[in-house]
């Protein structure tokens, strides 16, 4: 049964506010016809938004955090990707629901209470559809409204800027398993602006400015815990604290236990987006298996040289139909993060000083 949404409306400051309670500014919108009863499809007025849409997403966020969010709803539009919301009160809607509702569109982006973990409010990266369509859907908790706020300018950023080059840096612990892992990632990235930062070539100082330069993924392969990474002498959220410059496009934590919440209050793979790090991350919520991992790297790696241009179409051509791998993993972050990244970004990362 379809779930029963609420129109939204254009709000004006006195009724809108931010999820911290202050006032948020007005988001003008434009209706648009649409066949989804119950579910508005906004888009931002301007010479950006007179031709058709290339792409539709679903925003499905309380109405309290939808000023926010206003950075990447801009950058949507400049994009010419259609936003339709759904605006809930109360408890954030079920998996059966948001795929009901999925259907017409190319991406859903749920914002929902930080009490709900990435392991129990989806069920995998992608939702399957009465119609047979598998949709990718990201997973934003709101901590706070400057956390909010910095994840939605970064999402912002990395859909405004130049998109030119599919720069990926290859992440990896000492130990040579996963050495070799990033190793076969690097040759079937071949023909790619590759930087091979694995923590036998650099010091995790660098690692870190690396990542401030503004490319378009970074992969990680090795050991992880919800807190962090094990590799870099162990990586956590608040060495990010300081994290100034370019956000990443999409992060890919082909490991353990990142998005997982065991015994933590925030998991390390949502804890990056909402402190503006990148756009979204792909991660796990329980133990995987290393086999399953290379085989889930080589998939991602293959369908990234195909030509996939965001982390959804990533996710959604590099999983087949019925992997296991599909309960594993969650994207945490923007489904539509692009990418590609501006050239520059890849002669910053060039100036990384590595040791071979």
């Not at 006032?23 to 950006?48: D, E, F, M, N």
């Not at 997403?57 to 309380?62: F, S």
């Not at 392991?119 to 939702?127: D, E, H, I, N, S």
């Not at 496009?249 to 909402?274: D, H, K, Y």
């Amino acid at each position: 049964m379809r779930p029963a949404i609420s129109p939204s409306s254009t709000p004006n400051n006195k009724d809108r506010s931010s999820c911290s309670g202050s006032p948020a500014p007005c988001c003008k919108v434009r209706p648009v016809p649409t066949s989804t009863r119950g579910i508005s499809t906004s888009t931002r007025s301007g010479p950006a938004c007179r031709s058709a849409p290339l792409r539709s997403l679903l925003l499905v966020a309380p109405g309290a955090c939808t000023g926010d969010l206003d950075p990447l709803l801009a950058a949507y539009a400049s994009r010419r990707i259609q936003v339709a919301r759904w605006t809930y009160t109360g408890a954030v809607p079920r998996e059966p629901e948001l795929a009901a509702a999925a259907a017409l569109h190319d991406a859903v982006l749920l914002i929902g209470r930080r009490a709900r973990a990435p392991r129990t409010v989806l069920a995998g990266p992608l939702l399957d559809t009465p119609g047979g369509r598998r949709v990718p859907v990201g997973w934003v908790p709101v901590v706070d409204s400057p956390s909010l706020r910095r994840f939605a300018t970064a999402a912002a950023r990395v859909h405004t800027r130049s998109r030119k080059a599919a720069t990926v840096a290859l992440l990896s612990q000492r130990h040579p398993r996963f050495r070799r892992l990033a190793a076969r990632i690097e040759t079937i990235l071949d023909d790619r602006p590759v930087f091979r930062w694995t923590a036998d070539r650099l010091v995790p100082e660098d690692m870190l400015a690396g990542l401030t330069s503004g490319l378009g993924a970074a992969i990680y392969v090795g050991h992880g815990r919800p807190c962090g990474w094990v590799g870099y002498y162990g990586l956590r959220a608040h060495h990010f604290d300081d994290f100034a410059g370019e956000p990443v496009g999409a992060i890919l934590s082909l490991c353990c236990l990142t998005a997982s919440r065991r015994r933590v209050g925030l998991s390390f793979a949502e804890a990056l987006p909402l402190r503006g790090v990148c756009g979204a991350v792909l991660a796990a919520v329980s133990n995987t298996r290393h086999t399953d991992n290379t085989r889930w790297a080589v998939r991602l790696s293959s369908a990234m040289l195909a030509g996939a241009s965001d982390l959804g179409e990533l996710v959604h051509e590099a999983l087949p139909p019925g992997s296991p791998l599909a309960a594993d993993y969650r994207i945490i972050g923007d489904p539509l993060t692009p990418l590609l990244a501006p050239v520059a970004g890849g002669r910053r990362a060039r100036t990384v000083e590595v040791h071979t």
